[in-house]
């Protein structure tokens, strides 16, 4: 599985590369700002709103092969994009907005990712996935 920052509108991680043993999933990696609007670009925001429609348009044809399709859509995760954004007031004033009062890890997004394409989540499908820490 592939996770990266943002790269444009690209198609990010097909879960089902992870191992034989794991279900046949597809999960899309997308941004609150997909579904705020909140960003320092419009294109950004509009980049990552598409992989939520796109999500919800692949789940719609793929659920009837048995695959299910879904997105992460996280925020304010420890990432470069996020530090080279950011000076330390910044980095203060923003942790103050979010309830859990701490950075998202990218382990986190990776092990959502995980759950995401296991048969424990065999009935979730076309869904987006808000990894935020409260922000919104």
């Known amino acids: 599985m592939k996770l990266t920052t943002n790269r444009g509108s690209e198609i990010l991680g097909n879960a089902s590369l992870i191992s034989d043993y794991v279900r046949r999933s597809h999960i899309n990696i997308s941004s609150t700002s997909g579904i705020t609007g909140e960003t320092s ?27 299910t399709v879904n997105a992460i859509a996280p925020s304010k995760i420890e990432t ?8 330390e007031k910044g980095k203060e004033t923003l942790l103050k907005k979010i309830p859990v009062r701490r950075f ?6 990776a092990s959502l ?13 076309g869904e987006s996935i808000v990894a935020s820490g409260g922000y919104r």
Not at 52 to 61: R, V
Not at 104 to 109: A, Y
Not at 113 to 125: E, H
Request: negative net charge; charged residues 20%.
């Open 41 to 67: 670009g419009a294109h950004y925001a509009a980049a990552k709103g598409g992989i939520i429609a796109f999500t919800k348009a692949l789940s719609s044809e793929f659920s009837q092969y048995g695959i």
């Open 80 to 87: 470069d994009m996020l530090w080279g954004s950011l000076d």
């Open 104 to 109: 998202g890890k990218s382990e986190e997004i």
């Open 113 to 125: 990712a995980l759950f995401l394409a296991s048969d424990k989540a065999g009935y979730i499908t």
